[in-house]
């Protein structure tokens, strides 16, 4: 069972560069997003989606893109990297029907931005 | 706009001890569900408990409690006889519509 699968687990990147963050599931989940984690701030919601095509933006979207073209992946984007965006970032994905289900966190991509 | 509200930032409890975490939220939904996670030193989310806000009785997950007072907005999470392995980051939860929020987390030790 892969669940959700997030890469890369570690990256560095130089101020200005850009680099998307892949986020895969294979539960066939229709919800999945983006949060960062900070010391003291907990997960902050980026982006999320709630099937293919659709995509919404959470508490902290500015500097990030995303996209849903397949239920499967959910890729999250870096437009052009800053050092306010050195932190880790999680994929999570859920079922939204049904009534409510857990989320399914990847294991975090930390993300060190020089 | 949905809020969720963890006011300790840090615990201590004594091992085989029972500690409680805060947790209060803020919404306008009617449906939601509330839910606490556990991040050990390792990384990973690991889901622990769910409380939907039309169950009249409190969660319950082996030594995982959820004191859910709706009137109050509070879901706090009891953990009974507490382990070592307890000691971690947990997060509180809220689903309201399509979005999933955390609180800031509390971080727990459990002392021998």
């Known amino acids: 069972n892969a669940g959700v699968t997030q890469t890369p687990k570690f990256q560095v990147l130089k101020t200005g560069q850009s680099m998307t963050l892949q986020c895969a599931q294979d539960m066939n989940h229709e919800y999945m997003s983006w949060y960062r984690q900070d010391p003291g701030m907990g997960l902050r919601l980026i982006h999320y989606s709630v099937g293919a095509g659709i995509t919404d933006q959470g508490e902290v979207p500015n500097g990030y893109n995303v996209s849903r073209s397949t239920t499967e992946d959910f890729p999250l984007r870096l437009l052009s990297a800053a050092p306010s965006q050195t932190s880790v970032y999680f994929c999570?994905?859920?079922?939204?029907?049904?009534?409510?289900?857990?989320?399914?966190f990847g294991q975090g991509t930390r993300l060190t931005v020089v | 706009a949905q809020k969720i509200t963890q006011t300790q930032p840090g615990m201590f409890v004594q091992e085989k001890e029972a500690v409680t975490l805060d947790c209060t939220y803020d919404t306008s939904d009617q449906s939601y569900g509330l839910f606490w996670y556990k991040q050990p030193s390792s990384g990973e989310m690991i889901f622990l408990i769910y409380q939907g806000s039309y169950d009249e009785q409190n969660a319950t997950e082996g030594r995982y409690s959820l004191n859910f007072q709706k009137a109050r907005k509070s879901a706090n999470l009891v953990i009974s006889a507490s382990q070592l392995g307890d000691s971690a980051m947990y997060f509180c939860a809220m689903r309201g519509g399509n979005k999933l929020v955390f609180g800031a987390g509390t971080i727990l030790r459990v002392k021998s």
């Open positions: 999570a994905s859920s079922y939204l029907t049904g009534g409510f289900t857990e989320a399914f």
